[in-house]
C-alpha cells in the first residue's frame, strides 16, 4: 500500500493553519491522492485528472465540487499546489517526501555528490593520483607518540639513517641503534592520564575529616585558595573535624551538608569550625536547650547562620 510522510510540525504551519477549518481535512486527502499517483505528486488517478468532484467525494460528506475548488485555489495562492496545465501538483512533493523509507539511496547519492564536488587529493606522491583511489580500510592511521622522548628519538633516528656523513660506508648502524629506544626513555617517567590533580598531602589529610565526600577536584581547588589566602592546615583541619562533630550531633542529612568546595570556598563557612563546634545560643530569660540539645527552632536558625539557606 502506498505511504506517505505526514511531519509534525504541519500543525504549525502557517500555509495550512491559516486555512479555514472545514478545508484543512482536504490537505490530508491531497496528500493521499498525490501519493496513489502513478507519478507521485501530481494529482492523477489512473492516468486521468483528479477533479474537483473526485476530491469532494475522497474527503467525504459535506464538501461539493465547489467547495473544493475554491480550497484549491486557496491553497494554490499559498504555493502549496501549482498548476501543470490541466493537473494539479503538490509544490515540493519530492523534496518531502520519498518511495522508500529506506535511506540507502539518498545516502549513496550524496555521498557521490560530495565526491564530485570535493577538490582533487595530492595523494603522497604529490601528483593527483593516490589516496582518492585507496579503499577506506587501507588509509593510514594516525597515533600520537606515547612520549616526548621516544619522538625526539624517531627524530634523530631518521635524520641519522638519511645523512651519509654521519656514518662512513664501512660502518652501517648497529640494528639497536635504529629500534632499541636509548636508557633515557627507559628511565623516564610514564606520562600521567589520570584527569585528576596531584593531591598535596595535607590534602589528603583534610579529605576524610569533612562529613562530605563529593567533587574532590574542586575541594581540592577551593583547598588551595584558602591556603593562599593564610589559612593553615591545622586551622582547616580543626574547622572539618568541628563540621563533622557538629553535623553529628544534630544529625544532620548528608543533602543538607555544604558541599567541601562550598564550606572553603569564597563564603569562609569553615571559619564559624575553626575554634570549636557551635552551640545555639541561650534565650534572654536565661532558659534554653542544654549544650549539645538544640531545640527545633534554634537549630534551623543555628544552620541557616551557619551553613546558608542552601547547601
Keep these: 500500500m502506498p505511504w506517505f510522510r505526514f511531519y ?11 486555512l479555514p477549518k472545514t478545508e484543512r481535512w482536504l490537505w490530508p486527502v491531497v496528500m493521499c491522492l498525490a501519493r496513489e499517483s502513478p507519478e507521485p505528486g ?27 475548488a475554491a480550497a ?17 501538483v503538490v509544490t515540493h512533493f519530492t523534496r518531502r517526501q520519498y518511495l522508500s523509507d529506506s535511506s540507502a539511496d539518498r545516502t549513496a547519492e550524496y555521498r557521490r555528490r560530495h565526491r564530485d564536488d570535493a577538490p582533487p587529493s595530492r595523494g603522497r606522491h604529490g601528483d593527483g593520483v593516490g589516496d582518492d583511489f585507496r579503499p577506506s580500510q587501507e588509509r593510514p592511521i594516525l597515533r600520537a607518540p606515547a612520549t616526548e622522548t621516544e619522538t625526539e628519538y624517531r627524530d634523530r633516528a631518521q635524520t641519522t639513517a638519511s645523512s651519509p656523513s654521519e656514518h662512513p660506508p664501512d660502518r652501517q648502524p648497529a ?3 635504529m629500534h632499541a629506544p636509548p636508557a633515557a626513555a627507559e628511565s623516564a617517567p610514564a606520562r600521567s592520564t589520570s584527569l585528576e590533580p596531584a593531591y598535596s598531602s595535607d590534602f589528603e589529610a583534610w579529605w576524610p575529616t569533612y562529613p562530605r565526600h563529593r567533587e ?26 568541628n563540621c563533622a562533630t557538629y553535623v553529628e550531633e544534630q544529625g544532620t542529612e548528608e543533602r543538607f551538608i555544604p558541599l567541601p568546595a562550598t564550606f572553603l570556598g569564597p563564603s569562609r ?19 534554653g536547650p542544654r549544650v549539645g540539645r538544640a ?4 537549630t534551623d536558625a543555628l544552620l541557616d547562620r551557619v551553613f546558608g539557606s542552601k547547601p
Excluded: C
Design 72 to 88: 484549491l485555489k486557496r491553497m494554490a495562492a499559498r504555493d502549496m499546489l501549482h498548476r501543470d496545465g490541466d493537473v494539479w
Design 42 to 68: 501530481k494529482l492523477l488517478v489512473k492516468g486521468a485528472v483528479v477533479t474537483e468532484a473526485h476530491i469532494a467525494h475522497k474527503a467525504g460528506p459535506g464538501y461539493s465540487p465547489k467547495e473544493v
Design 8 to 18: 509534525t510540525d504541519t500543525p504549525d504551519d502557517l500555509k495550512v493553519s491559516t
Design 295 to 298: 531545640t527545633h527552632g534554634s
Design 175 to 177: 640494528e639497536h641503534d
Design 216 to 241: 574532590k577536584v574542586d575541594a581540592f581547588k577551593a583547598y588551595q585558595s584558602t591556603r593562599k589566602d593564610g589559612a593553615t592546615a591545622e586551622d582547616l583541619l580543626a574547622a572539618s573535624r
Design 269 to 287: 563557612k569553615w571559619l564559624d569550625f575553626r575554634d570549636g563546634v557551635p552551640r545555639p545560643a541561650k534565650r534572654r530569660n536565661g532558659t
